[in-house]
């Protein structure tokens, strides 16, 4: 076995790994296994073609392992196993990828499991040229810039710096610098061997939140954010720039060390055999079947990609809105994991699969139990690392059996454990109610409880396992109070839409303005201090109005930045809608291509950026006079156009529109706001009354 394994490619028919001490191996295939996969026909005249031995192999489905008399395809290329599957009418394993996923399978290589040579790093360009390069290095653990691309990769090839981890690298920077390495020479060629990580989708696939601004995810960590530069991007000097760039630099490296994204992701990779930077839940699950069933002589079916029907999702019941005091939740314990564990699934369709999923469950289970208590005697952060990798199996378990994309996705197994998940949660609200408790919300896998003291809480605890077992819930959440918002086209509570307020004195809100990434800062700023003097200070409706109308006086003196979008786009994704960041994108100087495709009920069109090597851009706006859009560089102080921000729109789309919502669900009323020209509506209403019935 070849340890310590960072990256691989091939050169010719030779396969080139590199080790994590910055040594390159050279093995010819045959000296650990040629690339294979299994085939219904002798495809042994096939161009390419090492071997083609027939074998009886256990032939792994859904629902059945049946004895399958098949050959074993043996080749010199592992890119060529595509176009040679398509010439056979069943398939096993021909959709593994060789130095990806089947090396680590079979045992051959060992992922790194502590990277020792790694960079964080971060480019500044102007012009269409690359003026800095920032670094911190696990060597020298101090901020080094670099002022053009060869003095740089000397550097990393000096040190053989094997990993590179860049917020947004895939989309930005790897290709920037990539265009900006002119020569051949060893030092240079050393970038294509190098690893090179997204800490942007890795923050976002293992904290299972959207892509996101560095800036964001700095202060979701309650990390220093970004510096602002005192005059427009272009025109910053040298010293400035560096400085911009350090914290930049800095601040990725403390959200990858606070999170230990870097590690889990070694973690995970070394336990399934999948290469660092190709970890996502339904390559983990392969995986790890393929570690199950290839050590029994039983090979996996390819997956059939006609029958992906839907299923029915999980429960939100919300049946009362407002105001309420003294509640906790009763959260289920992996309520998922637990219906695996606990139900019996009678169906012949997707009964392997189901068995299999039982043991996984299991497993996962007994060995975070037992990382956890050696964690907590040790606090030796290996074992916190392995315990959150086993969370985050039991965790995606659910998700992989529901995603079409999973090999084995049979859509009865997600419905039936959506259905039982449902049965339990009900169970759950009626024990509750019988002790004389209400509970007006519930999602999921767990139940709002009102009017509960906290001395009580333990108790009902207790009753209420014993009624739920086998499952068990535990109190989350307790709250002092919470507010519920109003779904105004009932008289029901919105689902997943309330903010709690807990006896330390803090918000959690869930599913509002102030945690969604599509509003301002200064919109949840509001919204957030309204919150406050509902939850906290008890205040009224004639508190709030005046407290509106107080900050629409003061827009014009807050910075810029209170006022600024943010979204990450994708330039090589079809959008159906011009949407504002497509909009703002196009205004940037962004070409964009429209074509128009056939539907069912008649034609829609399709808008795409054609033509451009990154994937992924953070896009920044205001809104200037009559809605127009006003782009902002993701570099630029949002200061600069300070002068064009149109505050009345702020004022009646980002702070009047959630703050009503609000107001209406404690018993305000909407009104229709006249259909009069700007500079009237300024001159005739003052403040949110106009948008209430007091």
Same mark, same amino acid.
């Given at each position: 076995?070849?340890?310590?394994?960072?990256?691989?490619?091939?050169?010719?028919?030779?396969?080139?790994?590199?080790?994590?001490?910055?040594?390159?191996?050279?093995?010819?295939?045959?000296?650990?296994?040629?690339?294979?996969?299994?085939?219904?026909?002798?495809?042994?005249?096939?161009?390419?073609?090492?071997?083609?031995?027939?074998?009886?192999?256990?032939?792994?489905?859904?629902?059945?392992?049946?004895?399958?008399?098949?050959?074993?395809?043996?080749?010199?290329?592992?890119?060529?196993?595509?176009?040679?599957?398509?010439?056979?009418?069943?398939?096993?394993?021909?959709?593994?990828?060789?130095?990806?996923?089947?090396?680590?399978?079979?045992?051959?290589?060992?992922?790194?499991?502590?990277?020792?040579?790694?960079?964080?790093?971060?480019?500044?360009?102007?012009?269409?040229?690359?003026?800095?390069?920032?670094?911190?290095?696990?060597?020298?653990?101090?901020?080094?810039?670099?002022?053009?691309?060869?003095?740089?990769?000397?550097?990393?090839?000096?040190?053989?710096?094997?990993?590179?981890?860049?917020?947004?690298?895939?989309?930005?920077?790897?290709?920037?610098?990539?265009?900006?390495?002119?020569?051949?020479?060893?030092?240079?060629?050393?970038?294509?061997?190098?690893?090179?990580?997204?800490?942007?989708?890795?923050?976002?696939?293992?904290?299972?939140?959207?892509?996101?601004?560095?800036?964001?995810?700095?202060?979701?960590?309650?990390?220093?954010?970004?510096?602002?530069?005192?005059?427009?991007?272009?025109?910053?000097?040298?010293?400035?720039?560096?400085?911009?760039?350090?914290?930049?630099?800095?601040?990725?490296?403390?959200?990858?060390?606070?999170?230990?994204?870097?590690?889990?992701?070694?973690?995970?990779?070394?336990?399934?055999?999948?290469?660092?930077?190709?970890?996502?839940?339904?390559?983990?699950?392969?995986?790890?079947?393929?570690?199950?069933?290839?050590?029994?002589?039983?090979?996996?079916?390819?997956?059939?990609?006609?029958?992906?029907?839907?299923?029915?999702?999980?429960?939100?019941?919300?049946?009362?809105?407002?105001?309420?005091?003294?509640?906790?939740?009763?959260?289920?314990?992996?309520?998922?994991?637990?219906?695996?564990?606990?139900?019996?699934?009678?169906?012949?369709?997707?009964?392997?699969?189901?068995?299999?999923?039982?043991?996984?469950?299991?497993?996962?289970?007994?060995?975070?139990?037992?990382?956890?208590?050696?964690?907590?005697?040790?606090?030796?952060?290996?074992?916190?690392?392995?315990?959150?990798?086993?969370?985050?199996?039991?965790?995606?378990?659910?998700?992989?059996?529901?995603?079409?994309?999973?090999?084995?996705?049979?859509?009865?197994?997600?419905?039936?454990?959506?259905?039982?998940?449902?049965?339990?949660?009900?169970?759950?609200?009626?024990?509750?109610?019988?002790?004389?408790?209400?509970?007006?919300?519930?999602?999921?896998?767990?139940?709002?409880?009102?009017?509960?003291?906290?001395?009580?809480?333990?108790?009902?605890?207790?009753?209420?396992?014993?009624? &739920?077992?086998? =499952?068990?819930?535990? $109190?989350? %959440?307790?709250?002092? !109070?919470?507010?519920?918002? +109003?779904? *105004?086209? @009932?008289?029901?509570?919105?689902?997943?839409?309330?903010?709690?307020?807990?006896?330390?004195?803090?918000?959690?809100?869930?599913?509002?303005?102030?945690?969604?990434?599509?509003?301002?800062?200064?919109?949840?700023?509001?919204?957030?201090?309204?919150?406050?003097?509902?939850?906290?200070?008890?205040?009224?409706?004639?508190? &709030?109005?005046? =407290?509106?109308?107080? $900050?629409? %006086?003061?827009?014009? !003196?807050?910075?810029?930045? +209170?006022? *600024?979008? @943010?979204?990450?786009?994708?330039?090589?994704?079809?959008?159906?809608?011009?949407?504002?960041?497509?909009?703002?994108?196009?205004?940037?100087?962004?070409?964009?291509?429209?074509?128009?495709?056939?539907?069912?009920?008649?034609?829609?069109?399709?808008?795409?950026?054609?033509?451009?090597?990154?994937?992924?851009?953070?896009?920044?706006?205001?809104?200037?006079?009559?809605?127009?859009?006003?782009?902002?560089?993701?570099?630029?102080?949002?200061? *600069?156009?300070?002068?064009?921000?149109?505050?009345?729109?702020?004022?009646?789309?980002?702070?009047?529109?959630?703050?009503?919502?609000?107001?209406?669900?404690?018993?305000?009323?909407?009104?229709?706001?006249?259909?009069?020209?700007?500079?009237?509506?300024?001159?005739?209403?003052?403040?949110?009354?106009?948008?209430?019935?007091?």
């Amino acid at each position: 076995m070849i340890k310590d394994v960072v990256n691989g490619w091939f050169e010719g028919n030779e396969l080139r790994l590199l080790t994590d001490d910055g040594a390159i191996v050279q093995s010819e295939l045959q000296s650990i296994e040629y690339p294979y996969f299994y085939g219904d026909k002798d495809l042994s005249n096939e161009t390419g073609v090492i071997s083609c031995k027939p074998i009886t192999v256990d032939l792994v489905s859904s629902s059945d392992i049946v004895k399958t008399d098949m050959y074993k395809i043996e080749v010199y290329n592992p890119y060529i196993i595509r176009s040679l599957a398509k010439k056979c009418n069943v398939t096993a394993e021909s959709d593994i990828p060789y130095i990806e996923r089947r090396l680590g399978a079979d045992g051959y290589i060992e992922w790194v499991r502590k990277p020792t040579k790694y960079a964080f790093i971060d480019i500044e360009e102007r012009n269409g040229e690359i003026d800095l390069i920032g670094c911190i290095d696990s060597i020298s653990k101090e901020y080094l810039a670099f002022y053009d691309m060869d003095t740089f990769l000397h550097y990393i090839y000096r040190n053989r710096i094997t990993i590179m981890l860049a917020w947004n690298g895939l989309g930005y920077d790897y290709i920037r610098m990539k265009e900006n390495i002119l020569g051949d020479e060893p030092y240079q060629r050393w970038y294509d061997y190098m690893l090179k990580l997204d800490a942007m989708q890795m923050y976002s696939t293992y904290l299972q939140k959207q892509l996101i601004s560095l800036d964001k995810a700095a202060q979701e960590q309650g990390l220093q954010g970004k510096l602002t530069l005192t005059t427009s991007f272009d025109d910053v000097g040298m010293e400035e720039l560096e400085d911009y760039n350090k914290r930049d630099v800095e601040v990725l490296r403390d959200i990858v060390e606070t999170t230990g994204i870097l590690e889990l992701n070694c973690e995970i990779a070394n336990h399934t055999g999948i290469k660092i930077d190709q970890v996502s839940a339904v390559r983990m699950f392969d995986n790890l079947l393929l570690k199950k069933y290839n050590p029994q002589g039983a090979v996996l079916l390819d997956s059939d990609k006609t029958d992906k029907k839907p299923y029915r999702g999980g429960t939100t019941i919300s049946e009362l809105f407002g105001l309420f005091h003294d509640t906790a939740f009763l959260d289920y314990t992996g309520l998922y994991p637990s219906v695996i564990l606990n139900e019996e699934y009678t169906k012949d369709k997707g009964k392997v699969i189901w068995n299999t999923l039982r043991e996984f469950v299991g497993f996962f289970v007994n060995e975070r139990k037992k990382l956890k208590e050696q964690f907590s005697l040790t606090k030796e952060k290996r074992f916190d690392v392995s315990q959150r990798m086993y969370k985050i199996f039991g965790n995606s378990l659910y998700g992989v059996t529901a995603n079409t994309y999973f090999r084995f996705y049979e859509p009865d197994i997600p419905e039936f454990i959506t259905d039982n998940a449902r049965r339990v949660l009900m169970k759950l609200r009626g024990i509750v109610k019988k002790y004389g408790y209400d509970t007006p919300y519930s999602d999921t896998d767990s139940a709002l409880i009102i009017n509960l003291p906290a001395d009580k809480i333990p108790a009902v605890e207790a009753i209420v396992n014993k009624e &739920i077992y086998p =499952y068990s819930v535990k $109190v989350e %959440k307790p709250f002092k !109070s919470i507010f519920i918002m +109003k779904n *105004l086209k @009932s008289d029901k509570g919105l689902k997943k839409r309330y903010v709690g307020y807990t006896s330390e004195g803090k918000l959690v809100p869930v599913g509002v303005e102030l945690v969604r990434n599509d509003w301002t800062p200064i919109a949840k700023e509001v919204e957030e201090n309204v919150f406050y003097m509902i939850l906290r200070d008890g205040k009224s409706r004639d508190d &709030i109005d005046n =407290y509106i109308q107080g $900050v629409r %006086k003061s827009l014009p !003196s807050l910075p810029a930045d +209170k006022f *600024l979008f @943010s979204k990450v786009m994708d330039l090589q994704k079809d959008y159906k809608v011009k949407t504002p960041g497509v909009q703002v994108l196009e205004l940037a100087g962004y070409k964009l291509s429209t074509r128009t495709i056939k539907e069912a009920n008649g034609t829609s069109k399709i808008y795409r950026f054609a033509g451009y090597k990154e994937k992924l851009i953070n896009v920044r706006w205001l809104i200037g006079s009559k809605h127009s859009y006003i782009y902002v560089g993701e570099n630029d102080n949002p200061n *600069l156009y300070k002068h064009l921000i149109d505050y009345e729109w702020y004022y009646k789309k980002q702070i009047v529109t959630p703050i009503d919502r609000i107001l209406q669900t404690m018993g305000g009323k909407l009104t229709v706001l006249p259909a009069l020209g700007e500079n009237k509506f300024r001159e005739k209403y003052g403040g949110i009354d106009l948008f209430m019935d007091k």
